[in-house]
Nanobody, 119 residues
Framework: QVQLVESGGGLVQPGGSLRLSCTAS????????MGWYRQAPGKQRELVAA???????NYIDSVKGRFTISRDNAKNTVYLQMNSLKPEDTAVYYC?????????????WGQGTQVTVSS
């Protein structure tokens, strides 16, 4: 099992920045994938950014050039640096991790952190 603890959400004006953190309860080297989803009211949860299969990164098109995912292996922590925030980035952001054990995949989720972009 993996426990994920998030921090860093809040209220920010358009154009501002926030950094989200997600700390895992075990080495992130053991995880097949780790990253961030978000869910806005009335919308489906969508993948924002993630590390997969080691160091490969994926971003949803709408955040490319504005968001950066990074990690600190020693701290078992993944970060999401969000710059040039827009009102449409408002959502609950969820950290997630995916593991593969005995040929089965498992998904784990953090509790979610609210990001609100508003003037």
């Amino acid at each position: 099992q993996v426990q994920l603890v998030e921090s860093g959400g809040g209220l920010v004006q358009p154009g501002g920045s926030l950094r989200l953190s997600c700390t895992a309860s075990r080495s992130i080297f053991s995880l097949y994938a780790m990253g961030w989803y978000r869910q806005a009211p009335g919308k489906q949860r969508e993948l924002v950014a993630a590390f997969t299969s080691g160091s490969s990164t994926n971003y949803i098109d709408s955040v490319k050039g504005r968001f950066t995912i990074s990690r600190d292996n020693a701290k078992n922590t993944v970060y999401l640096q969000m710059n040039s925030l827009k009102p449409e980035d408002t959502a609950v952001y969820y950290c997630y991790a995916h593991t593969i054990e005995s040929n089965r995949g498992y998904d784990y989720w953090g509790q979610g952190t609210q990001v609100t972009v508003s003037s």
